[in-house]
């Protein structure tokens, strides 16, 4: 709630509107400031802390009245006896009972989650709360990008974030960074995929100047109208954004056309959000293995651990000629580990526990935000944020997409997708595989297998079979049903074309009575217990009731097991539990 128009000071925390309710145990938002405080209400630490700033004496003058002698003195009103509830006498008084002051709600939390020159905070509070969630709301921007990105926020899928930091130069202090004309190109990008169970996470990062093709991307135009700006060819990352009018739904649709991993949200921040949301948390702990006294950037650091807010956080992470071999790919890892020093700031008691601090970080990180319109309110933001914060921080996995030096070019400044390792970390992702719980997740996968597939099997010349294609490559249905024919004996299959929609994995629907033709078919085709669904059977070719095998996006080749060993994939990664100095 703003707290001009309430009538408080202009330099009053909005901290200070809030105070702890002794019947309910939550914090509430006083919304009448004019009030006194009754002499016969606990005081609560929020309600002390504001009566100290005053500088007036504690004494009070007659209840519902202002103190004498301190015309000017503003209390937090009183709180309401429920209806029948006896009065009960000040703390202090003989015969009195001193009030329990229970603890607060911890359901009540604001997390934040920013790296870089990015952000990502998401706000809950209490129902009291409604008018400054209300005043919150109005602080998020929103751009609708169309079918770049899902129409709603799912709690039950896994999901993926494009969190773009942007090089626009608006903002106090910041015209003096250079290229001030900038329209905000994708300076700093980092995909970030939670699991589906939430058990990991990976945040990956894309560098500015990897060489990819730019689709063509529709975008909306004030007047309501769609606009297509032309796509690219070889050209820089950090191109699918801001020039020639490009919105974050082009960068998704860069990301997808590039990497084939579906993205369903954005969050944009530019320069001033790693100013004002480091400043809001008190700083971020930054370690580097020698001292630091960047020209370029202005950032001077002992060596070892400091502290850095605000012009010296945003220093740290756009500092790059100190750091590696002065490029772009080093200063991504800087990057990395300065949001894994947040994270780590942000998921401590200190911060999730402290209202004044949380409502800061909310002010803030909200102001900070870009965000697509199926995320674009304060709800779903805390929905997100709690989905989030189920991932353990030593499962939040940082890499880099894999890439080497541009062959086109004779002095190197640009870079190119390593084709031996980039397909197979975009796969993990897109399959939803954790970078650092590859071998518990193939555990995991053979245990439901064997429970779920436990009993008898028919023969393979007894199983019927309709066999569609649900996202894998063109002709693999037919492939599968001549493999399974010739190879495997299942004479009683046919191929049914094209599935109704995609499918990320296969699977495998089946009627109760067909439960032993669906383990025979398990095995043969390497299907885990998961992708066994029951279900009906349908009619196949010659009028008999049939299984369906779909095959999704995870299908390999027909004769390949699909519970083949996966292994983790060949790329540098670190996790956001651990203290790693810049070098």
């Known amino acids: 709630m703003d707290a001009q128009r309430r009538g408080r000071g202009e330099q009053m925390d909005p901290a200070d509107q809030w105070v702890l309710n002794p019947n309910t145990g939550e914090y509430e938002l006083r919304l009448n400031p004019s009030a006194a405080q009754s002499r016969t209400a606990p005081r609560t630490a929020t309600a002390r802390s504001a009566t100290a700033r005053s500088a007036a004496p504690r004494g009070g003058g007659p209840r519902g009245g202002a103190p004498r002698g301190d015309a000017t003195r503003t209390e937090v009103p009183p709180q309401r006896r429920r209806r029948g509830a006896p009065e009960e006498p000040p703390p202090g008084r003989r015969g009195g009972r001193r009030p329990v002051q229970p603890k607060p709600n911890k359901a009540k939390k604001v997390l934040l989650w920013t790296g870089g020159t990015m952000a990502f905070v998401l706000v809950g509070v209490s129902a009291a709360g409604y008018f400054y969630l209300q005043h919150l709301e109005g602080n998020v921007s929103t751009t609708d990008v169309g079918s770049a990105g899902a129409s709603n926020f799912s709690k039950d899928e896994a999901f993926s974030v494009l969190i773009i930091g942007t090089d626009k130069r608006t903002g106090e202090g910041n015209e003096g960074y250079g290229d001030k004309g900038s329209s905000g190109h994708a300076d700093t990008t980092i995909l970030l995929h939670v699991a589906k169970d939430r058990t990991n996470a990976t945040a990956l990062s894309i560098p500015r100047d990897l060489i990819v093709n730019i689709p063509d991307c529709p975008t909306k135009q004030e007047d309501g109208s769609e606009k297509i700006v032309p796509g690219l060819q070889s050209?820089?990352?950090?191109?699918?954004?801001?020039?020639?009018?490009r919105d974050p739904g082009c960068t998704m649709r860069t990301v997808k056309e590039n990497t084939g991993i579906t993205v369903d949200h954005f969050m944009m921040a530019d320069f001033n959000a790693v100013k004002t949301l480091t400043t809001a948390v008190e700083g971020v702990d930054v370690c580097v293995e020698k001292p630091v006294n960047d020209k370029e950037s202005k950032l001077v650091l002992p060596a070892g651990e400091?502290?850095?807010?605000?012009?010296?956080?945003?220093?740290?992470?756009?500092?790059?000629?100190?750091?590696?071999?002065?490029?772009?790919?080093?200063?991504?890892?800087?990057?990395?580990?300065?949001?894994?020093s947040i994270m780590r700031k942000m998921s401590s008691s200190d911060t999730l526990t402290s209202p004044s601090k949380l409502l800061k970080l909310a002010e803030a990180a909200t102001k900070a935000l870009t965000v697509d319109k199926a995320i674009g309110n304060v709800g779903t933001l805390k929905d997100v944020a709690l989905e989030l914060k189920k991932v353990p921080t030593?499962?939040?996995?940082?890499?880099?997409?894999?890439?080497?030096?541009?062959?086109?070019?004779?002095?190197?400044?640009?870079?190119?997708?390593?084709?031996?390792?980039?397909?197979?970390?975009?796969?993990?992702?897109?399959n939803d595989v954790s970078f650092t719980e590859v071998k518990q997740q193939e555990k995991k996968d053979k245990d439901?297998?064997?429970?779920?597939?436990?009993g008898?099997?028919?023969?393979?010349?007894?199983?019927?079979?309709?066999?569609?294609?649900?996202?894998?490559?063109?002709?693999?249905?037919?492939?599968?049903?001549?493999?399974?024919?010739?190879?495997?004996?299942?004479?009683?299959?046919?191929?049914?074309?094209?599935?109704?929609?995609?499918?990320?994995?296969?699977?495998?629907?089946?009627?109760?009575?067909q439960a032993d033709q669906a383990r025979r078919l398990a095995d043969i085709m390497g299907l885990s217990g998961s992708a066994l669904k029951?279900?009906?059977?349908?009619?196949?070719?010659?009028?008999?009731?049939?299984?369906?095998?779909?095959?999704?996006?995870?299908?390999?080749?027909?004769?390949?097991?699909?519970?083949?060993?996966?292994?983790?994939?060949?790329?540098?990664?670190?996790?956001a539990d651990k203290v790693k100095c810049a070098s």
């Open 235 to 245: 050209a820089r990352f950090n191109r699918s954004l801001g020039e020639s009018g």
């Open 306 to 340: 400091s502290t850095v807010e605000g012009e010296r956080a945003l220093a740290f992470v756009r500092t790059r000629k100190s750091f590696g071999n002065s490029g772009d790919l080093d200063r991504i890892k800087v990057q990395q580990q300065f949001l894994g």
């Open 394 to 430: 030593k499962n939040i996995s940082f890499a880099t997409v894999p890439v080497v030096d541009n062959p086109a070019e004779t002095v190197k400044a640009t870079v190119v997708l390593d084709d031996s390792k980039a397909p197979q970390v975009f796969d993990m992702i897109e």
């Open 448 to 454: 439901a297998q064997a429970a779920r597939l436990k």
């Open 456 to 513: 008898t099997k028919s023969a393979a010349s007894e199983v019927r079979v309709r066999i569609m294609n649900g996202g894998a490559v063109a002709g693999s249905a037919q492939k599968t049903l001549q493999y399974l024919q010739v190879e495997e004996g299942v004479t009683k299959s046919d191929n049914a074309g094209n599935a109704p929609a995609e499918l990320a994995r296969t699977t495998l629907e089946y009627a109760p009575d």
């Open 534 to 575: 029951p279900g009906e059977s349908v009619n196949n070719s010659q009028g008999l009731p049939a299984m369906t095998l779909t095959l999704g996006k995870d299908f390999k080749g027909a004769g390949v097991k699909l519970n083949a060993p996966v292994e983790a994939a060949d790329v540098e990664k670190s996790t």
